[in-house]
C-alpha cells in the first residue's frame, strides 16, 4: 500500500481556519486519497475523500495537488469538537484489498479558545 | 437509526478465557470490517466481510475468528485470550469497496 507522512501534532485558535497536510509522493493512479478523523474516546469518523479535483462537504475542504503528491485538509473554521486525530488514508479503488482502510499515526489537532 | 453498535463496551478477561464480540449495522451495508488499535497507534484490520457469507484475513488475523451471522451482525471471536490482545476493537461497515466506512463506538478491552 502506498504510504501517507503526515505531522504528528498541530495546534489552531477557534473560528480560525486549519490546513492538514499530508505527502502520499508514491501515489499511484487508482488510489483515492481518504480523510477520516478520530475524536477522544470515539470511533474514527469519515470527513471527505477525492481523487483529483478539489472537494468540499459540509465538514471540510480537500485540496489535492495537480501532481497528487500531497494533499491538505482544510477545516474553514475550526471548533473545539474538531480537536481529534486526523488520518489522510491511501484507498485503492481496485485490487483484492476490498476497500481496506490502513490507519498511519494521524495528526493530533489541538484547539484553543 | 443506531448505525453500527458494539457489545459490550468494556471488558477484562483472563489469560486463556474465550468470549465473542459482536457487531450489528442497522444500514443494510454490505461489507463489515473487524480493526483493532492500540495505545497512540492507527487502527489495524482484524478481519473483514466483503459480502454476507464471506470473510477474509486483514493485516493482523491471528488468534481471532470472525463470523457473518447475516447481513447485519458480524462477530469477532477470541478463543483463548492474552494479554498481547489487549486494546480497543472497533467494527465498521460500508455499502461496498468505494463508500466511507461507519464505525462504532469501540469494545474496550484487557486481557490480564
Known amino acids: 500500500d502506498a504510504k501517507t507522512t503526515q505531522p504528528n501534532s498541530m495546534e489552531s485558535n477557534e473560528e480560525e481556519p486549519v490546513h492538514l497536510p499530508c505527502n502520499h509522493s508514491t501515489i499511484s493512479g487508482t488510489d483515492y486519497i481518504h480523510w477520516y478523523r478520530q475524536l477522544p474516546s470515539q470511533g474514527p469518523e469519515y470527513v471527505i475523500h477525492g481523487l483529483t479535483s478539489n472537494v468540499n462537504n459540509r465538514m471540510a475542504s480537500l485540496a489535492i495537488a495537480e501532481d497528487r503528491k500531497s494533499s491538505t485538509l482544510i477545516l474553514h473554521r475550526a471548533t473545539l469538537r474538531d480537536a481529534a486525530v486526523y488520518y489522510c488514508i491511501l484507498r485503492n479503488a481496485g485490487g483484492t484489498s476490498y476497500g481496506k482502510l490502513t490507519f498511519g499515526q494521524g495528526t493530533i489537532l489541538t484547539v484553543h479558545p | 437509526n443506531a448505525g453500527v453498535t458494539q457489545t459490550p463496551k468494556f471488558q477484562v478477561l483472563k489469560t486463556g478465557q474465550s468470549m465473542t464480540l459482536q457487531c450489528a449495522q442497522d444500514m443494510n451495508h454490505n461489507s463489515m470490517y473487524w480493526y483493532r488499535q492500540d495505545p497512540g497507534m492507527g487502527l489495524r484490520l482484524i478481519y473483514y466481510?466483503?459480502?454476507?457469507?464471506?470473510?477474509d484475513k486483514g493485516e493482523v488475523p491471528n488468534g481471532y475468528n470472525v463470523s457473518r451471522l447475516n447481513k447485519r451482525e458480524f462477530s469477532l471471536r477470541l478463543e483463548s485470550a492474552a494479554p498481547s490482545q489487549t486494546s480497543v476493537y472497533f467494527c465498521?461497515?460500508?455499502?461496498?469497496?468505494?463508500?466511507?466506512?461507519?464505525f462504532g463506538p469501540g469494545t474496550r478491552l484487557t486481557v490480564t
Open positions: 465498521a461497515s460500508t455499502w461496498g469497496r468505494y463508500y466511507e466506512q461507519y
Open positions: 466481510s466483503a459480502s454476507e457469507g464471506t470473510t
